[in-house]
């Protein structure tokens, strides 16, 4: 049998890839698994030209040798010789012939936990006969079955791929399964359905986790294509693709879900929509930010803090793209923008790749030093993501060993956000009223023949005369209130920064809109009576949503410890959010207000002052300074 060893070196990003990434970054994906295929393919072809009988692979765990090992199994099938997987798990030792530590805890990473005689019968059969009976290991019972594997490959490949439990060896306690990549879009052209690639990627992690004691989480990562409107995969179908993984994750056997590395907010809510609509898993959340302290896609820490919380995430972290230097500013304005009893995890990488592809940039013990300073953050969790061994996992437990997850109380603001621009809630914010077609018959007519454009204008003219957040109301005679108001929530979050309030007595057009917005929205006309809330309060419970108008409830709330809560609610006044009107559009405003005239801004001071200074004995009460229009 021929010595060859074959080389496949690691390939460095081009700079003009990493453009074509920025602008399209499915192309990129594209690209990288062509690539990826590619040298798969050109091993394969190594193989062959060498005469090798035996390949072995090596890497860390969750590296990819398993998908590698059978992908270059089949491609040597592909060129005419018969090929065979080995994997090294089925050659450990009974627990009770394990080497032990000096402590006397089992020595998983010692070589001597391995049986290396059989490895040696086996592989020497394979060499000379072509075939021979590997044992089969129990995972669970730390015992080999009874039963052996039977392995034959005549004169053709045997692929070995190495031992995969080396980071629960280590003392990881969550293990994510090699399935980030597992969707239906990135394996269109393989050969295995979405169903198959998961069941086997959960079935291997808990394998190598359950002497260990470790969880197995399934591992969500992006689709690889943008969603509707930076893209064109359409929001509902990236939530049927996240929940088809998940129902087989959970088929599987997965102790729970995580979601990470994602960029962009929605396909983030449209994965864990898919999640809690399909499973009752604990699950993660962890977007990857830049240097800027903004995702690709500008989502900052705060709105992504705001909006996973709001939809149910059980925890959430920050991992990928940078090391744990870079991250920590970033880490530490995520802790502050939770409670301190909510759980806040990270996994950074080993730094950066080093330019000659070598690998990252960062030792395990540098790593562990730069990841001191989060000890004062109250994590729930840390862990390491590109580039990390189980070296690094290693030195990092004995960073946190004797760390209690958990920060101290702090003041929580309330917040509503779209991606890139929250605000905060805790005075007065202004908010645009004319995205709302009560006396606004030019709005009504262009509701009724669909124009967006005019829809924008409006949105677009409030949104420079300062409003912080915009109300949408869509309810009139003659448009199908359901589906108007969710093309208008898309259309508008494609083009404008600042959150939306979502204003309609139609529960179903309110779902509707809840589940398109991209963000954490507020929603307003919700009275106190319960057939309404009983509607509009788990809807915005499941979307994460806040809710004005509950006045008096806050009120009764309050009440006790001597605090008034009143409400003042502007109509159509003069200020310079409304210099864009013509004085038609005044003139028609003026016609659906009972008194004839618009307000002033000293007429709502004027109320507020009531409020404030003379009305002592009253609390839950919303004043309308609207001149009789009734909205």
């Known amino acids: 049998m021929p010595n060859t060893l074959i080389w496949i070196p690691k390939r460095l990003v081009e700079l003009g890839l990493v453009n074509v990434a920025a602008r399209s970054p499915e192309a990129f994906i594209d690209y990288c698994e062509q690539d990826y295929a590619a040298r798969v393919e050109h091993a394969a072809t190594c193989v062959r030209e060498s005469g090798a009988h035996v390949v072995m692979l090596t890497g860390p765990s969750a590296s990819g040798k398993t998908t590698t090992a059978h992908k270059l199994a089949d491609c040597i099938a592909a060129h005419g010789r018969r090929s065979a997987v080995v994997s090294l798990d089925n050659f450990y030792k009974d627990l009770k012939d394990y080497p032990r530590l000096p402590d006397g805890s089992v020595d998983y990473e010692s070589v001597d936990a391995l049986d290396i005689s059989a490895i040696n019968r086996c592989l020497l059969e394979l060499i000379r006969t072509g075939r021979t009976q590997i044992p089969d290991f129990d995972f669970c019972g730390e015992r080999r079955r009874h039963g052996v594997i039977p392995v034959e490959v005549g004169d053709g490949v045997v692929v070995i791929e190495g031992i995969h439990a080396q980071y629960a060896a280590a003392g990881s306690r969550i293990i994510n399964t090699n399935t980030f990549g597992a969707s239906a879009h990135k394996l269109a052209k393989s050969p295995y359905t979405v169903e198959e690639v998961i069941a086997a990627g959960v079935a291997c992690c808990k394998r190598a986790c359950a002497p260990y004691g470790a969880l197995t989480a399934l591992d969500i990562g992006p689709l690889g294509e943008l969603l509707e409107p930076n893209g064109t995969l359409p929001f509902e179908t990236a939530v049927s693709e996240y929940a088809r993984i998940v129902r087989a994750g959970v088929a599987a056997g997965a102790d729970l879900v995580v979601v990470e590395t994602f960029t962009d907010l929605y396909e983030l809510k449209a994965a864990l929509l898919a999640v809690k609509e399909n499973c009752d898993l604990p699950v993660l959340a962890s977007m990857s930010f830049e240097a800027r302290g903004r995702t690709f896609t500008g989502c900052t820490v705060e709105s992504f803090a705001a909006t996973a919380r709001g939809l149910g995430a059980d925890a959430l972290g920050i991992n990928c793209s940078l090391g744990p230097q870079e991250i920590f500013p970033m880490a530490k304005r995520l802790a502050e923008a939770l409670p301190g009893d909510f759980p806040v995890f990270v996994k950074p990488n080993a730094g950066l790749p080093r330019a000659d592809g070598s ?273």
């Open 359 to 631: 690998g990252y940039d960062i030792t395990p013990e540098l790593f562990a030093q730069q990841m001191t300073p989060y000890r004062d953050l109250g994590l729930f969790a840390a862990g390491g993501c590109c580039g990390t061994t189980p070296d690094f996992i290693r030195l990092l437990n004995d960073v946190f060993r004797d760390c209690v997850p958990g920060r101290a109380a702090h003041p929580m603001p309330s917040v509503i956000c779209s991606p890139v621009e929250c605000v905060t809630v805790d005075g007065v914010t202004v908010v645009g009223e004319r995205i709302n077609p009560t006396g606004k018959k030019r709005f009504q007519q262009a509701l009724r023949q669909n124009d967006m454009d005019y829809v924008l204008e409006q949105a677009v003219s409030q949104a420079e005369a300062g409003a912080q957040l915009l109300d949408v109301n869509v309810g009139t005679p003659e448009v199908d209130e359901p589906a108007m108001l969710e093309q208008v929530v898309k259309t508008l979050q494609s083009v404008v920064s600042q959150p939306l309030q979502l204003d309609s007595t139609n529960f179903e057009a309110l779902e509707r809109a809840l589940r398109a917005y991209n963000g954490k929205p507020i929603v307003n006309s919700v009275n106190g009576a319960p057939a309404v809330l009983g509607h509009v309060l788990p809807l915005c419970k499941k979307y994460g949503a806040a809710v004005i108008g509950l006045t008096r409830a806050l009120a009764k709330e309050v009440g006790p410890s001597g605090v008034r809560v009143n409400c003042v609610a502007p109509g159509v006044i003069s200020t310079d959010m409304n210099r864009s009107l013509s004085e038609a559009d005044f003139a028609a405003l003026r016609e659906e207000t009972p008194l004839g005239v618009i307000g002033s801004p000293e007429e709502t001071a004027d109320a507020i002052w009531y409020f404030t200074a003379c009305a002592s004995f009253v609390t839950g009460q919303v004043l309308g300074v609207n001149g009789g229009m009734v909205i």
